[in-house]
């Protein structure tokens, strides 16, 4: 009985990190006034159901099914308006807010012009077991949220290369 | 002139036991009436079989065009986080060289 209760606590103890690591990313309110919408959401079931179609003979398909096996989820939100200054910039607190005493900035990018770029991790011992992005422009807001152990330097690489393609943004009016 | 009698004797007709012609015609009413409910039973089996056979080929189409859609996904948004760390990185690289 005792050992029961030890294992229950154990997996307790290590769940309730692992669930905190995902972000609450609604901005209904976005959403509406945005001109254009991305809205990714992938759980570890179908990121493991993605993983089946990632071909282990192409390197570069392999190389992108080797880094979301070690995932457990991703959530991208991107907001592009119309016009600048259609978000409250409040909003990269609100996400900021959640991330819990483990979670350390890698690299802040102010500009007045370009993106602002936020990039936090996740850090357990030298891991990276979470990684936020929150990209702030004029017109544009993103927010990226992976959960799991990410190799950072591999995903920057990841940008034109691996035959990623372009990136195709949902109309809004299309979602309705 | 044994073996002669001996012919006789096997070859000879001899009635069949009392109720012997009663219990062939039940016998065949008895396989008439199982045919029909084999061919039902067949019919349903095939029917079953095609209707769990339908639902997997279903299935495996709903999971590959799910499949599909994730993978779509995924090479998004990797994408977009790739773009996007790698920007910070390029701007962290300029400010670096500029010192």
Do not use: C
Not at chain 1, 17 to 26: E, G, I, R
């Amino acid at each position: 009985m005792r050992k029961v209760l030890i294992a229950v606590a154990l997996m307790l103890a290590l769940a309730v990190p692992a669930s905190a690591q995902k972000l609450n990313l609604d901005f209904p309110e976005l959403a509406e006034r945005a001109d254009e919408v991305v809205d990714v959401t992938l759980d570890a079931t179908m990121l493991k159901l993605a993983a089946k179609f990632f071909s282990g003979r192409d390197p570069d398909e392999r190389a992108i099914r080797d880094m979301i096996n070690g995932l457990q989820g991703i959530y991208v939100r991107s907001y592009e308006f119309k016009s600048a200054g259609a978000y409250d910039a409040r909003l990269i607190d609100r996400v900021k807010s959640q991330l819990g005493p483990n979670w350390k900035p890698l690299v802040t990018v102010r500009s007045r012009t370009k993106d602002n770029v936020n990039i936090m991790a996740d850090l357990r011992g030298e891991n990276i077991v979470g990684l936020v992005i929150i990209a702030a422009e004029p017109r544009e807001f993103t927010v990226v949220n992976i959960v799991g152990n990410i190799d950072i330097d591999r995903l920057a690489q990841l940008q034109g290369e691996f035959g990623i393609p372009r990136i195709m943004k949902d109309k809004d009016d299309d979602d309705e | 002139m044994n073996l002669e009698n001996d012919l006789k004797r096997a070859l000879r007709a001899e009635s069949p036991a009392p109720g012997f012609a009663s219990r062939v015609m039940e016998r065949i009413e008895r396989e008439q009436t199982r045919k029909p409910h084999r061919w039902w039973r067949a019919v349903a089996a095939s029917l079953t079989l095609t209707a769990v056979l339908g639902g997997w080929a279903a299935h495996q189409v709903h999971q590959r065009r799910e499949g599909e859609r994730a993978k779509e996904q995924v090479l998004l948004a990797l994408r977009i986080a790739g773009e996007k760390v790698r920007y910070a990185q390029t701007e962290v690289r300029d400010i670096g060289s500029h010192d």
